[in-house]
């Protein structure tokens, strides 16, 4: 029961049901993908090219998912997605831990030790979020070849982390601001310097917006497909990469419950994380806007 | 030796000058209060002196060394702020020792300074909550249980009792007084709030535009104020100031203030509260100022004859606070505050005969707003 008291004559009724089933109808639209997707992925692959893509699978196998799992062929390989889901892994990891935490830093230090030119500094890391991927792909290259990153697991992560610093800044300067300046001066009369007061007084308080940042950074870095492609080695390439191989390798017959089975696979940690932190994603967005 | 010099500190934000050249020593174990209305720069002041903001010009020692470029940490210096600024993430324990443990106090000493600060404000029981578990008045005691954990040479209080409600403010004024009586501590304390100033402090010194106007004990500040601006913001209901003209010489001046009839009311004015300067003003406006309190009433039921000019006026308005009775009554085209005892039985719109008690009345000079005598 919602709280709001409503007319209830039969035309407001009729309204609502109509409403209600625009809206139903809507959330199938969406759902649907995903649907085929989960469908095609437990069906063997007679029952697919029988047709009847909607049609509920007669037996359900895990085959598909095994297959992509372990040992689908992308490209010249046949080792399946393992390899490269490993491969996303120790790219997100370090990379969203590092962003993380270089924008908690700078957070803290526009908002808590402001010095001369502090809202310009925040100007311009802002104006990188605005950067398209596209426009950097030479340059960072370029940079990438010079530091002798060129690819490598640890030149992903250098990319994602300067990417995702602008973002993970904004985050973490916007969540600061709310956190009365008078704690951070008490801490400096009690003795505390710049790292301690992060460490002891400003990250237990940051839990929300620590959240936000991380699965922000997660979907971003773990869906990343242009960065994965242009600078990632031949033993380092993301499974978003390898999916997309994956699909596109032919042998003959197209295997679409592999390939479902393999999207499902490349898309499932990023809706892991977003099932088990989601509630203090949209918490922590809000937090600081209202008082409480 | 001062516990706090404060030498010609000046403090400029952009163009504007938010200090303008103070100069303040403090003794040790003494209670100033800043008192001023806001935007008067005494938090400024108190974050100069705490270290959390630098100054433009001048100098700051505390305990005879010269502190002024020294970080907050260096200053051996507590502050208890407005906010409380308690940190929610530890409990009250952690947020006393706090201060100790990045000083690398041992763990013995660090219990024991808990154990001290914990009894003397009664806190014990709440050690362990945190502080989103406390009450308001609660979390004061904490953010002062901070301070007086470390011992420091000086305690800033930064308008510690403002987020409290009135009653509790004033057991918490009490508290404050009473902790300072007993562990004779250095502090300075903004407010404000002119009776925390007036029952806290051992000095006053009242701010205006980055000025103190008036450094004194509350005695001299509200008795004998320095100019106009002094003596209207200290005192509640605010002293009366009554437009007059100065007539008479030397050993028998005398004031008339126009009350609106034929005769203006003529005001004698003692002679062991005369000037020099007053000399220089005969025939010329001035400003009479009169507390509330220097009037009282004329009541024939009373009995007693009650010196002073007699003043026959009309009552306006009558607030009766319990404890006593205060009136509007009318002067002329303007009215002035009236302060008597609760058995006064004044009725609004009736005549009223007051009796005006010169010997506190204090005069300044209109343009310049200066005390005359």
Same mark, same amino acid.
């Given at each position: #029961?919602?709280?709001?008291?409503? *007319?209830?004559?039969?035309?407001?009724?009729?309204? *609502?049901?109509?409403?209600?089933?625009?809206?139903?109808? #809507?959330?199938?639209?969406?759902?649907?993908?995903?649907?085929? #997707?989960?469908?095609?992925?437990?069906?063997?692959?007679?029952? +697919?090219?029988?047709?009847?893509?909607?049609?509920?699978?007669?037996?359900?196998?895990?085959?598909?998912?095994?297959?992509?799992?372990?040992?689908?062929?992308?490209?010249?390989?046949?080792?399946?997605?393992?390899?490269?889901? #490993?491969?996303?892994?120790? +790219?997100?990891? %370090?990379?969203?831990?590092?962003?993380?935490?270089?924008?908690?830093?700078?957070?803290?230090?526009?908002?808590?030790?402001?010095? *001369?030119?502090? $809202?310009?500094?925040?100007?311009?890391?802002?104006?990188?979020?605005? +950067?398209?991927?596209?426009?950097?792909?030479?340059?960072?290259?370029?940079?990438?070849?010079?530091?002798?990153?060129?690819?490598?697991?640890?030149?992903?992560?250098?990319?994602?982390?300067?990417?995702?610093?602008?973002?993970?800044?904004?985050?973490?300067?916007?969540?600061?601001?709310?956190?009365?300046?008078?704690?951070?001066?008490?801490?400096?009369?009690?003795?505390?310097?710049?790292?301690?007061?992060?460490?002891?007084?400003?990250? %237990?308080?940051?839990?929300?917006? +620590?959240?936000?940042?991380?699965?922000?950074?997660?979907?971003?870095?773990? $869906?990343?497909?242009?960065?994965?492609?242009?600078?990632?080695?031949?033993?380092?390439?993301?499974?978003?990469?390898?999916?997309?191989?994956?699909? $596109?390798?032919?042998?003959?017959?197209?295997?679409? $419950?592999?390939?479902?089975?393999?999207?499902?696979?490349?898309?499932? %940690?990023?809706?892991?994380?977003?099932?088990?932190?989601?509630?203090?994603?949209? *918490?922590?967005?809000?937090?600081?806007?209202?008082?409480? | 030796?001062?516990?706090?010099?404060?030498?010609?500190?000046? /403090?400029?934000?952009?163009?504007?000058?938010?200090?303008?050249?103070?100069?303040?020593?403090?003794?040790?174990?003494?209670?100033?209060?800043?008192?001023?209305?806001?935007?008067?720069?005494?938090?400024?002041?108190?974050?100069?002196?705490?270290?959390?903001?630098?100054?433009?010009?001048?100098?700051?020692?505390?305990?005879?060394?010269?502190?002024?470029?020294?970080?907050?940490?260096?200053?051996?210096?507590?502050?208890?702020?407005?906010?409380?600024?308690?940190?929610?993430?530890?409990?009250?324990?952690?947020?006393?020792?706090?201060?100790?443990?990045?000083? /690398?106090?041992?763990?013995?000493?660090?219990?024991?300074?808990?154990?001290?600060?914990?009894?003397?404000?009664?806190?014990?029981?709440?050690?362990?909550? /945190?502080?989103?578990?406390?009450?308001?008045?609660?979390?004061?005691?904490?953010?002062?249980?901070?301070?007086?954990?470390?011992?420091?040479?000086?305690?800033?209080?930064?308008?510690?009792?403002?987020?409290?409600?009135?009653?509790?403010?004033?057991?918490?004024?009490?508290?404050?007084?009473?902790?300072?009586?007993?562990?004779?501590?250095?502090?300075?304390?903004?407010?404000?709030?002119?009776?925390?100033?007036?029952?806290?402090?051992?000095?006053?010194?009242?701010?205006?535009?980055?000025?103190?106007?008036?450094?004194?004990?509350?005695?001299?500040?509200?008795?004998?104020?320095?100019?106009?601006?002094?003596?209207?913001?200290?005192?509640?209901?605010?002293?009366?100031?009554?437009?007059?003209?100065?007539?008479?010489?030397?050993?028998?001046?005398?004031?008339?203030?126009?009350?609106?009839?034929?005769?203006?009311?003529?005001?004698?004015?003692?002679?062991?509260?005369?000037?020099?300067?007053?000399?220089?003003?005969?025939?010329?406006?001035?400003?009479?100022?009169?507390?509330?309190?220097?009037?009282?009433?004329?009541?024939?039921?009373?009995?007693?004859?009650?010196?002073?000019?007699?003043?026959?006026?009309?009552?306006?308005?009558?607030?009766?606070?319990?404890?006593?009775?205060?009136?509007?009554?009318?002067?002329?085209?303007?009215?002035?505050?009236?302060?008597?005892?609760? /058995?006064?039985?004044?009725?609004?719109?009736?005549?009223?005969?007051?009796?005006?008690?010169?010997?506190?009345?204090?005069?300044?000079?209109?343009?310049?707003?200066?005390?005359?005598?």
């Amino acid at each position: #029961m919602d709280n709001i008291i409503r *007319r209830r004559t039969p035309g407001a009724r009729l309204l *609502r049901a109509g409403l209600y089933a625009l809206l139903l109808v #809507m959330a199938l639209v969406y759902l649907l993908p995903l649907v085929v #997707m989960v469908l095609t992925s437990l069906k063997p692959l007679e029952e +697919i090219r029988a047709g009847g893509l909607l049609s509920l699978p007669d037996s359900l196998t895990l085959a598909a998912w095994l297959k992509a799992w372990g040992t689908a062929c992308t490209g010249m390989r046949c080792e399946g997605l393992s390899g490269y889901f #490993m491969n996303s892994v120790s +790219i997100v990891i %370090p990379a969203v831990a590092i962003s993380t935490l270089v924008g908690a830093l700078n957070g803290y230090a526009l908002t808590k030790w402001r010095f *001369r030119g502090a $809202n310009l500094c925040f100007a311009m890391l802002l104006f990188g979020c605005f +950067i398209p991927f596209q426009v950097v792909l030479m340059p960072m290259a370029q940079t990438l070849g010079w530091l002798g990153l060129a690819s490598s697991t640890s030149g992903l992560v250098l990319v994602h982390v300067v990417y995702g610093i602008a973002f993970t800044t904004l985050f973490f300067r916007n969540y600061y601001v709310s956190v009365p300046d008078e704690m951070i001066s008490a801490a400096k009369l009690d003795g505390a310097g710049f790292f301690r007061i992060f460490w002891r007084i400003l990250l %237990p308080v940051s839990g929300p917006i +620590i959240t936000v940042s991380v699965i922000w950074q997660f979907t971003q870095i773990w $869906n990343d497909f242009l960065f994965g492609v242009a600078f990632a080695g031949f033993d380092s390439q993301p499974v978003t990469v390898a999916l997309n191989n994956l699909v $596109n390798t032919s042998t003959g017959v197209k295997e679409y $419950n592999v390939d479902m089975a393999g999207a499902m696979i490349a898309a499932l %940690p990023t809706l892991v994380v977003y099932v088990l932190a989601g509630k203090y994603f949209v *918490r922590g967005l809000t937090a600081g806007s209202v008082k409480g | 030796m001062s516990a706090l010099e404060i030498r010609n500190v000046r /403090k400029t934000f952009g163009t504007t000058e938010v200090l303008k050249d103070i100069s303040l020593a403090i003794d040790s174990g003494e209670f100033l209060i800043l008192v001023g209305p806001s935007g008067c720069g005494k938090s400024t002041l108190m974050n100069a002196i705490a270290g959390l903001e630098p100054v433009t010009a001048g100098e700051m020692l505390i305990g005879g060394e010269d502190v002024t470029w020294r970080t907050p940490a260096e200053r051996d210096i507590a502050m208890v702020f407005q906010s409380y600024a308690l940190y929610p993430s530890m409990t009250v324990r952690q947020n006393i020792v706090f201060g100790l443990e990045v000083r /690398k106090v041992p763990k013995a000493e660090r219990e024991e300074a808990v154990a001290r600060v914990a009894e003397l404000l009664q806190i014990t029981p709440l050690l362990d909550r /945190k502080p989103s578990q406390l009450s308001g008045g609660q979390r004061q005691r904490v953010a002062m249980g901070r301070a007086l954990a470390r011992e420091p040479q000086i305690y800033l209080f930064d308008e510690p009792l403002s987020n409290l409600d009135a009653k509790l403010r004033v057991e918490m004024r009490t508290e404050i007084k009473k902790l300072h009586q007993r562990l004779g501590t250095t502090i300075v304390y903004v407010t404000h709030d002119q009776i925390e100033a007036m029952t806290l402090a051992d000095r006053i010194a009242v701010m205006r535009d980055g000025r103190i106007l008036q450094l004194g004990t509350p005695d001299e500040v509200y008795n004998d104020p320095a100019d106009i601006f002094v003596a209207g913001f200290m005192g509640s209901p605010s002293m009366n100031f009554i437009r007059a003209t100065l007539a008479g010489q030397p050993g028998s001046y005398r004031l008339s203030v126009d009350v609106g009839g034929e005769q203006p009311l003529v005001l004698p004015w003692p002679a062991e509260r005369e000037t020099p300067a007053l000399v220089r003003h005969v025939g010329e406006p001035v400003t009479l100022g009169l507390r509330p309190e220097h009037f009282s009433e004329e009541d024939a039921r009373l009995g007693d004859r009650i010196e002073g000019t007699l003043l026959n006026t009309t009552t306006t308005v009558v607030e009766p606070t319990g404890a006593d009775l205060l009136l509007r009554v009318a002067l002329g085209e303007s009215e002035i505050t009236v302060r008597l005892g609760p /058995k006064s039985r004044a009725v609004p719109g009736e005549p009223i005969a007051l009796r005006v008690d010169m010997s506190r009345a204090v005069l300044f000079e209109p343009e310049t707003e200066s005390r005359l005598a």
